[in-house]
C-alpha cells in the first residue's frame, strides 16, 4: 500500500462520492486511494460509521487503482467486492488505499485497505472488476 494515500488529491469526479464527501487521493500504477472527513451524516444509531459508507470508500479507492491502468475512457464496473470490519470508526478521517493484485485482459482483482486516525486498519477488503468495451 502507498506510504502517503493522499498525495495528489483531487477533487470528486462523479456525483456519488461527491454525495458521500469522498475525495480522491492517487490513481497511478496500479494503486489508488480515497479519503473523507467523518461528518454526523456518515454514523449510524449507535454513532459509528456506517459500515455501506466505509464499504463505498473502499470500492471508490480501487476503481482509481484500476483506472490508472485501464485505458482513457474506458468503463468499468465492480462485480465482486467482500469486506471484513477490523475496527469501528466514530471520528477523524478515513483513508480507503487500494492496489491491483491481477489483471486480465477483462478483468481486475485488487485488495482494498481502509484506515482510520493514527493508521488504525478499520477494514480490509477483496474486489473484483470488470473493464468493459469502450462506447463506439
Known amino acids: 500500500m502507498a506510504d502517503d ?6 477533487s470528486s469526479p462523479s ?3 461527491e454525495l458521500l464527501d ?4 492517487i490513481s497511478q500504477d496500479g494503486v489508488g486511494s480515497a ?8 454514523r449510524q444509531t449507535a454513532g459509528f460509521v456506517q459500515g455501506g459508507l466505509i464499504v463505498a470508500l473502499a470500492d471508490f479507492a480501487f476503481a482509481r ?9 474506458q468503463p468499468t464496473v465492480t462485480i465482486e467486492l467482500k469486506m471484513n ?3 469501528p470508526a466514530k471520528d477523524g478521517k478515513l483513508t480507503a488505499t487500494a492496489r491491483i493484485l491481477s489483471q ?3 478483468i481486475v482483482v485488487g485488495e482494498m485497505e481502509v484506515t482510520g486516525e493514527e493508521q488504525v486498519l478499520i477494514a480490509r477488503g477483496l474486489g473484483t472488476f470488470m473493464l468493459l468495451q469502450p462506447p463506439s
Open 65 to 73: 487503482a484500476v483506472h490508472s491502468v485501464s485505458q482513457p475512457g
Open 22 to 25: 469522498i475525495r480522491a487521493g
Open 5 to 10: 494515500p493522499t498525495t495528489g488529491e483531487e
Open 15 to 17: 456525483p456519488f462520492a
Open 85 to 87: 470490519f477490523i475496527s
Open 35 to 42: 479519503f473523507m472527513e467523518i461528518q454526523d451524516m456518515h
Open 104 to 106: 486480465g485482459s477483462r
